[in-house]
């Protein structure tokens, strides 16, 4: 880019007039040219671009500048390489792999689940239209305007009582859901995820679900009847709070993340801010990115020195892709970096060979991942 150019991507920047693409441009320009000769401008000038842009930028400092842009109003951001502890702020002009067709590319998921009731009849929420689903007892089943699925108690007294009859609500690969429990407990499924929980709380000690995959719940505070979540390795319980707990099974450990309240994994209690992680070694206590934990459900991809290998199992579980390696080192490789949900596979993809690190291959729903 010559100094004319820059100069007019800088004031349009300042002015919020840059398009996507010129977004994108100025983007890779900083993060090239931040710690390096810039001859197109001087020092003077450089510094008061940079600094002007920096200002406007939503970011968050940890040890190095690291950009968190709004996936509402950005295209991407590139991914940053981590290597030997420090960021590689690296933009190469290597060839992509990726063909830039329509026809080679993966759409992002978006609202989809099934709806499993006691008597095993399967409701498809992703098609059912808005308005009431079901009726079971007291409870009526209502689908919002905005996606949710909403337990409404209607008649307290006809509320089921005795023998529990649970529903289920399943997340596909690619899908994501949010339900409104019977006592007002909020709860946000990712991909590939599942709650089963009874269809009524009345009369019970405790108001008991379980989960496969990952979820973020905001519980209805009841300190009468409190509120249990079992996964396959832990059992959460809390009186009402604001947490998530990410239980894949493809994945090493469960971990539990606080942003409110308390509760308490397998006996031992965590505070706002920290993460359990519970492995096949016991549990553990840790202070964590509560923006990185819940990315997910504000629709991000987020990493923070991850391993290729486990962003490529998030993004498999969100695009519906499967995943292949040319080797077993670049599973290795360690990334950071945030970038939008809600873009195709590609745009993804090549934001990450814009480190220069790693390459990918898109054919049809197989992706293969090379140095």
Known sequence: MNRAEIKDLLAKYKANACTDAELEILESWYLEYENTDLPELSDKEKKADL????????????????????????????????????FLYKIKDTPSQLAHTKTNDIAPGGNKAILVLADGKRISLTDAPDGTVTHIGGITIVKKSDGRLVYKVMNSGQEQRGELKY?????????????????????????????????????QAFRKVALKGEAYFEVAKNKNQPFRVSTDKQEVEVVGTHFNINAYPDELAVKTTLLEGSV???????KPGQQSVVTSTGLRIFKTDLEAAL??????????????????RKISKWYGVT???????????????????FDNVSKVLKMMELTGDVHFKLEGPVITVMP
């Open 51 to 86: 600094d002007e842009i920096w200002k406007g930028m939503p970011i968050a400092h940890s040890g190095a500048r690291r950009f968190r842009w709004s996936h509402l109003s950005v295209a991407a951001i590139v991914l940053i390489a981590l290597s030997v502890g420090f």
């Open 264 to 270: 308490k994994v397998n006996g031992e209690f965590i």
């Open 295 to 312: 990315a997910w459900k504000n629709g991000l991809f987020m990493f923070d020195s991850e391993a290729l290998e486990s962003v490529m």
């Open 167 to 203: 529903n289920i609500i399943e997340t596909p690969v690619g899908g994501q859901f949010q339900v409104d429990l019977p006592d007002g407990t909020r709860v946000w499924l990712n991909a590939l995820s599942s709650i089963k929980f009874p269809a009524s709380f009345a009369g």
């Open 323 to 341: 995943v292949k390696y040319s080797n077993e080192e670049v599973k290795t490789l360690v990334f950071g970096g945030t970038v939008s949900k």
